[in-house]
């Protein structure tokens, strides 16, 4: 490992960045709470191409490589969607030749690993740094000093306001740095950069401790550290906390004067600071960059408002993951004005300004004056800043961007029309096919050479293997690899001895009511009961996968996954129907076991309520390793069955606008479809039988959420179609060639989801910079 980073630095010094060809057009900086990497050396060897010549050496050495592998941690400094689009992002910048890197934050404990105790979640502290992290190189002289509380002094200088900011408790933020390779170019490694929080200075705490202050002492320091602790496990739900403002302002503040400070030592001055720096903020969580951005302009760099406007809102561009509102980010404004007193004086003028022009041009739209402000009766919100102050806001898949501008963000869209766009996201596949898949890329590979490692499009050339009966049975053999290889996972793991031969039936992701993981539960209680009822009533034989973490506090989430422990458990015990069904929970469901669980998928369940998930990614991932998609009419689903034709895929279910109307105009009632559909009705009265569940009515709340609550997320109603879709899927796997062939065809479709078109467009549309890769 000393080796490569040698290496690397070695790479380094043959460019000479003084050479303007040499020097990249433009430099754009990812800033993102969370980046989910997981691990790098594989990663690494790849991109490096010397993954050959590595094993055959450490063959010698009697070491094998894949063990080796397993030894690296997986880096989880993410929560879910958001953090792993970041990570796919900086591989395919530094792919396609951009100067793009990313900022955030280096986390002493990632998102918390998942045991199952008696089928409930728990939470294990995640002590990745534990045993030193061999890719990280700590960077204590570019360290930068960050600013809370304390007070502002305004002073008037020659007609001039000037901002002095005192008293404050200062915080040194120091960076470590993790190269981003580039897949096939070794003299290409961006950077990302990662902010740890230590106390200023140690003297100071030794003057505490010599006045004997021991206990102020380590307190101030622990205060400090805190801020770089541990990732806020919850994703979508804002406690509003102190500290995770805190650790907003601190990477931001941080990363800024950094680019800032580089930008200066190239450039000499800021006039043409968005020429040549791109700032992405991903989601709110940096939206700070605006005001932070601003503060610099004008308190450090001398210049006017106006001018500061212009260069901030020309740099920042801004992406929305969510419209889930209570994910979207407000806090209240006494503690902003508190913990950062000159940033919401600027935030103060922002939205003043903004208002202003509001009224001159909006006079008599009540409408706009009530969503718009940022601030609004003592909140701030962060959406608001973000829309105002970049110049692209863009969603994240089709069907998400329209949402935005015809509901969730719509007086904007009126406003600033010209700033929306859609960028549908995609995944890197060199990590989740042409990495995590070896065995179906080499049979890829084979079959239309390798220059889809590079230009993922050229897997469409697949289709000349559709009437190939050769290629499709070698296709199945890769699939029954990777079935047996989770299969012994498993086994070893939990004992449950899984059938490599059934339908595997693959659900993994954040469990969370409107991703509707109770809906494929009731499926599968449908299933059992229809079997006991009557063996040969259903035909084939499946696995049932579940994986995904709750957030610590969200307790639905938790029963959840409670549920499907206790459903599992009657499965794989009843000897009546063992041998034709099973379910299984992956516990600790991460980038790693992600990696496992893809390839090995034969159906990729997609089923959130429509218009709730704004892309999904899970979902490119199945594609792309050849399972079929059964799905909803949500996020990228959309565009997944435009790519493959709805032969393809297996779609059900209410579509978002028929959901809007009936939350609209209140015309749903869950009660209807329980007194409608006795099968349904079966289910929900097991979920709260003692008898059945051998518990003390431990699902009375999911129950009642779809009953005495009217099923928010519309559970009930899309069952049957759900039930009669699933049919649909298990006949087509039943016709095994039929299937292999819609396999084919969805590996074949699924290269527009690959992370380098996505980032073509961002450099396009968003960023204005060159790729260095040619187009
Ligand atoms: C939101 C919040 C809200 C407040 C507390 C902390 C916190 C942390 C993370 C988030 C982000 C949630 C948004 C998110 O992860 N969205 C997912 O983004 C994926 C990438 O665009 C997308 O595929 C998923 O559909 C979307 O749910």
Known sequence: MVLLREEISLSRAFINYADPKNRPAKQVYYFSMEFLIGKLLHNYLINIGIQDIVAEGLEELNIDLQELLAQECDAGLGNGGLGRLAACFLDSMAFLGIAGHGNGIRYKYGLFEQKIVNGYQTEVADHWLKNGYPWEVRKPDKSVVIKYKGKVRVENINDRLVFHHE???????????????????????????????????????????????????????????????????????????????????????????????????????????SQGVSIHINDTHPALCIP?????????????????????????????????????????????????????????????????????????????????PIIKEGQIYMANLAMIGSHSVNGVAKLHTEILKKHVFKDFHRIFGYKFTNLTNGVNHRRFLLTANPLLSELITEGIGPGWKTNAGELAELHRFKEDSAFLDRLAQVKYQNKLRLAEIIAKGQGIQIDPHSLYDVHVKRIHAYKR?????????????????????????????????????????????????VIADKINQEPRIKEQL????????????????????????????????????????????????????????VEIREAVGEDHIFIFGLTAEEILAHNLNRTYRSWDEYHAN???????????????????????????????????????????????????AADRYAAQEQWLRSSLHNIAESGVFSTDRTIREYAHQVWRVRCRRMD
Request: charged share 25%.
């Open 167 to 273: 008293n404050y408790e200062p915080v040194l933020a120091v960076p470590y740095d993790i190269p981003i390779v580039s897949y096939e170019n070794p003299f290409l490694v961006n950077n990302l950069r990662l902010w740890s929080a230590e106390p200023l200075s140690s003297e100071l705490d030794l003057a505490l401790f010599n006045q004997g202050n021991f206990t102020q002492a380590l307190s101030n320091k622990s205060e400090v550290e805190a801020i770089s602790y541990i990732l806020y496990p919850e994703d979508s739900n804002l406690a509003g906390r102190e500290l995770r403002l805190k650790q907003e302002y601190f990477f931001v503040a941080a990363g800024l004067a950094t680019i800032v400070r580089n930008y200066k030592k190239n450039h000499g001055s800021l006039r043409d600071f």
């Open 292 to 372: 932070e951005l601003m503060r610099i302009l004008i308190d450090e760099e001398g210049m006017d408002w106006e001018e500061s406007w212009n260069i901030t809102v020309d740099a920042i561009s801004y992406t929305n993951h969510t419209i889930m509102p209570e994910a979207l980010e407000k806090w209240p404004l006494d503690l902003f004005r508190n913990l950062l007193p000159r940033i919401t004086m600027i935030i103060e003028e922002i939205d003043r300004r903004f208002k202003e022009k509001l009224l001159r041009r909006f006079f008599n739209s009540e409408e706009l004056f009530r969503s718009t």
């Open 517 to 565: 993981q109770l809906l494929n539960v009731l499926k599968v209680m449908d299933l059992y009961n229809r079997l006991l009822a009557d063996p040969g009533s259903v035909q084939g034989t499946y696995t049932f996968i579940f994986g995904g973490k709750a957030a610590p506090g969200y307790h639905y989430a938790k029963s959840i996954i409670k549920l499907i422990h």
């Open 582 to 637: 099973k379910v299984v929970f992956m516990e600790n469901f991460n980038v790693s076991s992600a990696e496992r669980i893809y390839p090995a998928a034969d159906l990729s369940e997609q089923i959130s309520t429509a218009g709730k998930e704004a892309s999904g990614t899970g979902n490119m991932k199945f594609m792309m390793n050849g399972a079929l998609t059964i799905g909803t009419l949500d996020g990228a689903n």
């Open 678 to 728: 006795p099968r349904l009705e079966n289910i929900l009265e097991q979920l709260i039988s003692k008898q059945f569940m051998e518990n003390d009515g431990e699902f009375r709340t999911v129950y009642d959420s779809l009953l005495l609550y009217n099923d928010e997320f519309f559970v009930l109603k899309d069952f049957a179609a759900y039930m009669k879709t699933f049919g649909e």
